[in-house]
């Protein structure tokens, strides 16, 4: 086979939870499946932000409730079979059920889920161009040091997280809110040198900033921030360092990531002096890369509203359920949530995976067609893997039957193991 022209019958292109999910769920459906992402590694944020937290595998209620099967399933059960899976825990002070992660455990077992899920894996490769006739993409055009790559397919989905794939289409997009505002971006950090019994008092934390700025730190954002003691390293992620920019602009982007690993330095030097027990703390990471929460959102036949989402309400055409309550994040601030009803979960239907103006191209994750409310919450990873599951099992079955029928897709979604 030409190297530089290839043929699938479906492309994913992007590799985070989505884009993971949405291949194997693919391939599972028998389709030769390819995977693109520009980054070394499978995981998006989990692994290329440090984003060390799976959220929205489980709603909020008591006794905890599982929403998300599937793929996700898999890749928890993958870490469980490498001897990394270290969850449900759930946050005493929010009522929020998470997954903290190891980062090299993450990259391995998404890397062993990917194949054996029968995926064909292209990493290093971004998508730059997409070529469309009659409401369909035809081929997409991804370069890698050897210069242009066209990849052919039936059916495409776009989990890039920047809604990319949808963008080269021609697809309808929206920025943000629509009014130029979106969350702020926050440079994760990983912390180490810290004693495993000292334990994380918030409070302590909140007051040493604060202390610090009055007393003329000026380039100190959050105050009150996030703070998890990570598996396996003992190491501290911690999430104050915000950042108001547009994660599509290379001008925005570079200066975020300076001044945010400016702060990320002299947050840890307000920890070292303030707070007992990280005197001898380390940076062991910052990023990778600045963790962009918000850019475009794909316009779809149908958008998720918020009302939609507090109200946990089901539809009939559900393909994935989102149990984390509506999360925003405003440059500075504390995260501020809104609870679902019940703390239970609400349905996402398949009309707000398709592209409008498409018949074979899909989305998934963090750009679903969704408004600014629904956004908050179906943008944690839990979800977007099983958005990204119903997105990749409905493209497949467009690509054997050149049409999509819902009872088809959720069955299919059911047979691989998906809540629906
Ligand atoms: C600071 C921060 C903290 C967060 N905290 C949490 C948390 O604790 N728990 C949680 O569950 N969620 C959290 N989130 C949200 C969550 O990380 C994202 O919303 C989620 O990762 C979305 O998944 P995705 O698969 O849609 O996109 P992403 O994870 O962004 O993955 C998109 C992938 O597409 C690839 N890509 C993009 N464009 C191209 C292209 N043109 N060609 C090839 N590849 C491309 C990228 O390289 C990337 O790998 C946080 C986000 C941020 C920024």
Request: with cysteine.
């Amino acid at each position: 086979m030409d190297e530089r022209r290839q043929r699938f019958d479906v492309v994913v292109v992007g590799g985070g939870a989505a884009g993971v999910a949405a291949a194997v769920g693919a391939a599972q459906v028998g389709c030769r499946t390819l995977l693109v992402d520009e980054n070394p590694y499978f995981g998006g944020a989990a692994t290329h932000r440090s984003v060390l937290t799976f959220c929205g595998f489980f709603a909020q209620q008591d006794p905890i409730l599982q929403v998300v099967g599937g793929v996700g399933a898999k890749v928890l059960e993958e870490l469980d079979r490498l001897g990394v899976y270290f969850g449900p825990v759930r946050n005493p002070g929010t009522g929020n059920v998470i997954i903290p992660l190891d980062p090299e455990a993450t990259k391995y077992a998404l890397d062993r889920v990917v194949l054996q899920g029968g995926v064909s894996p292209r990493l290093h490769c971004k998508v730059i161009d997409a070529f469309v006739e009659n409401g369909e993409v035809e081929a997409i055009e991804c370069v890698d040091h050897h210069g242009r790559i066209v990849i052919e397919a039936e059916a495409f989905v776009d989990t890039s997280g920047e809604a990319d794939l949808t963008t080269l289409a021609g697809g309808r997009v929206r920025f943000g809110d629509g009014e130029g505002n979106v969350q702020a971006g926050t440079m994760v950090m990983r912390i180490g040198g810290v004693p495993k019994d000292v334990e994380l008092n918030r409070a302590v934390f909140t007051e040493a900033i604060f202390e610090a700025k009055q007393q003329g730190s000026s380039s100190l954002t959050k105050e009150k921030g996030i703070l998890l003691r990570l598996p396996i390293s003992g190491d501290i992620l911690a999430m104050f360092a915000d950042e108001p920019l547009n994660g599509l602009d290379s001008v925005s982007l570079t200066q975020a990531e300076i001044t945010a690993r400016h702060q990320a330095w002299s947050y840890l030097d307000v920890f070292r002096r303030r707070i007992p027990g990280f005197e001898n703390a380390f940076l062991v990471q910052t990023g990778p890369s600045i963790g962009v929460r918000e850019t475009r959102h794909v316009v779809g036949q149908h958008t998720l509203s918020g009302e939609d989402v507090i109200n946990g309400v089901r539809h009939q055409d559900a393909v994935a359920r989102g149990g984390w309550p509506a999360e925003f994040h405003k440059a500075g601030k504390p995260a501020e949530y809104y609870h679902i009803k019940d703390l239970s979960f609400y349905d996402i239907p398949l009309r707000t995976l398709s592209v409008l103006g498409f018949q074979n191209l899909w989305c998934a994750g963090r750009i679903i067609s969704c408004d600014p409310i629904a956004f908050a919450s179906a943008r944690v990873m839990g979800t977007a893997f099983a958005t990204g599951h119903a997105a990749g099992v409905a493209a497949a079955h467009y690509a054997l039957m050149k049409t999509v029928k819902l009872e088809y897709v959720r069955k299919e979604l059911q047979r691989q193991g998906a809540l629906v």
